[in-house]
T-cell receptor
Framework: DTAVSQTPKYLVTQMGNDKSIKCEQN?????MYWYKQDSKKFLKIMFS???????INETVPNRFSPKSPDKAHLNLHINSLELGDSAVYFC??????????????FGQGTRLTVV | RKEVEQDPGPFNVPEGATVAFNCTYS??????FFWYRQDCRKEPKLLMS???SGNEDGRFTAQLNRASQYISLLIRDSKLSDSATYLC?????????FGTGTSLTVIP
C-alpha cells in the first residue's frame, strides 16, 4: 500500500522518442507535483496540479505535458526526448487548504536515460 | 536569488560528533518549514517539520528564526546511518521550495 507510486522505475530510450511516466497517490491529497532532479541533485519543480487544475507551470519546455485524469493521478508525458532530459523524475503529493500545510510525500522516482 | 539556500557541504564527521546544518529562505511569507533526508538513489523523505518554537526528535533538533529567515538542523551523537543528503524545504502556499541539499558522511 505505497502512498505515492510511479512507474516505471527505470526508463532507457532513444532521442526523439515519446514516453510517459505514471504517478498515483492513495493519500487523498488534493495536489500533485512533478520534480526533476538532475545530476547536480537539485530538485526543480516542473508542474503541480490542484483539483485537476494546473496551478504552477515553471519554465519547462512544452515537450513536457502533465495529464491528470483525476486527483489521484498525475502522469507526465514527454515528446521528442533529448539527451538533456536524462534525470530522475519524482512525483509528489500534498494537501493544502490554505491553513493546514502538510509535507510533501514522494514517489520512488523514475530514472530516465536518453541515449 | 534562490528561494532556499543551503551550504552543500560535504560534511565528513566522525561517529558520535555533533553537526549542524543551516539554511536561509527568501520569502518572508513562507508558511511551513521542513527538513528532508535523501539517501543515494532514493526519494526524499520527511525527517522532521520545523516549528517556530523549535522542536526536537531524539538526536535531531530543528530551529526556525522567522525574523532572520533562517532554519537549522542539529544532529547529536552522529551514527553511520545518518549519512545522507539533508534538504531544507520551505512551503509557500501550495509550492515547496527545496535547497540544494547538504551532504553528510559519518565516518567510523
Amino acid at each position: 500500500d505505497t502512498a505515492v507510486s510511479q512507474t516505471p522505475k527505470y526508463l532507457v530510450t532513444q532521442m526523439g522518442n515519446d514516453k510517459s511516466i505514471k504517478c498515483e497517490q492513495n493519500l487523498g491529497h488534493d495536489t500533485m507535483y512533478w520534480y526533476k532532479q538532475d545530476s547536480k541533485k537539485f530538485l526543480k519543480i516542473m508542474f503541480s496540479y490542484n483539483n485537476k487544475e494546473l496551478i504552477i507551470n515553471e519554465t519547462v519546455p512544452n515537450r513536457f505535458s502533465p495529464k491528470s485524469p483525476d486527483k489521484a493521478h498525475l502522469n507526465l508525458h514527454i515528446n521528442s526526448l533529448e539527451l538533456g532530459d536524462s534525470a530522475v523524475y519524482f512525483c509528489a503529493s500534498s494537501y493544502w487548504d490554505g491553513s493546514l500545510n502538510t509535507e510533501a510525500f514522494f514517489g520512488q522516482g523514475t530514472r530516465l536515460t536518453v541515449v | 536569488r534562490k528561494e532556499v539556500e543551503q551550504d552543500p557541504g560535504p560534511f565528513n564527521v566522525p561517529e558520535g560528533a555533533t553537526v549542524a546544518f543551516n539554511c536561509t529562505y527568501s520569502n518572508s511569507a513562507s508558511q511551513s518549514f521542513f527538513w528532508y533526508r535523501q539517501d543515494c538513489r532514493k526519494e526524499p523523505k520527511l525527517l522532521m517539520s520545523v516549528y517556530s518554537s523549535g522542536n526536537e526528535d531524539g538526536r535531531f533538533t530543528a530551529q526556525l528564526n522567522r525574523a532572520s529567515q533562517y532554519i537549522s538542523l542539529l544532529i547529536r551523537d552522529s551514527k553511520l546511518s545518518d549519512s545522507a543528503t539533508y534538504l531544507c524545504v520551505v512551503r509557500s502556499g501550495n509550492q515547496f521550495y527545496f535547497g540544494t541539499g547538504t551532504s553528510l558522511t559519518v565516518i567510523p
